[in-house]
């Protein structure tokens, strides 16, 4: 698990190629646990602490939110890429907030946001469970599939991370 969410940070500047489910599943797990970690240690840092400590706790926990986007985005954009779908299906995880906030301005927020929400939410969840395009697709080699180079054939993948 560890080592899926180390690889996603690792490849925070390739956004081309493809991403396994497993490898995208487990990194949005850690990332969520250090999210939420670093989120309860600055509350309870907001009530029992100092305010040195309270500020440097925040500090961290913004600043792990902000240097995780990139190789979040990373991940998502490959995970996509493994699905058949281009960049411009990620909009639909931030269609919400576009939404929200017209919504907001005409005056019909409420239910109907909620609505949209939820069934943004619902579409990208399917699309990230999906399985994988088998073989080859526009975006790169099957990440499930390893090239052997002298025999030009394709065989079944085996992670470096997984335990015999």
């Known amino acids: 698990m560890i080592r899926s969410y180390i690889n996603g940070l690792k490849m925070w500047k390739h ?23 670093t989120l309860g240690i ?17 500090i961290i926990c913004i600043a792990y939110a902000f240097l995780s986007l990139v190789p979040t985005l990373a991940i998502t954009i490959r995970r996509l890429h493994d699905t058949g ?3 411009f299906h990620l909009f639909i995880k931030y269609l919400p907030y576009a939404v929200s906030g017209i919504l907001a301005v005409v005056g ?3 239910i109907l946001n909620t609505i949209v929400s939820a069934a943004c939410s619902i579409i990208f969840i399917i699309w990230m469970a999906e399985k994988g395009n ?15 180079e002298d025999a030009e054939e394709e065989k ?3 992670s470096r991370f997984d335990v015999e």
């Open 85 to 87: 779908r281009g960049i």
């Open 15 to 37: 956004w081309d190629g493809r991403t396994r489910r497993r490898d995208y599943w487990l990194y949005s797990l850690c990332d969520m646990i250090v999210q939420y970690g």
């Open 42 to 58: 600055a509350l309870l840092c907001s009530y029992f602490a100092s305010t040195t400590v309270t500020v440097f706790a925040w």
């Open 156 to 158: 079944p993948y085996v």
């Open 134 to 148: 088998v073989g080859k697709n526009k975006f790169g080699r099957d990440p499930k599939q390893e090239i052997d």
């Open 108 to 110: 019909l927020g409420g």
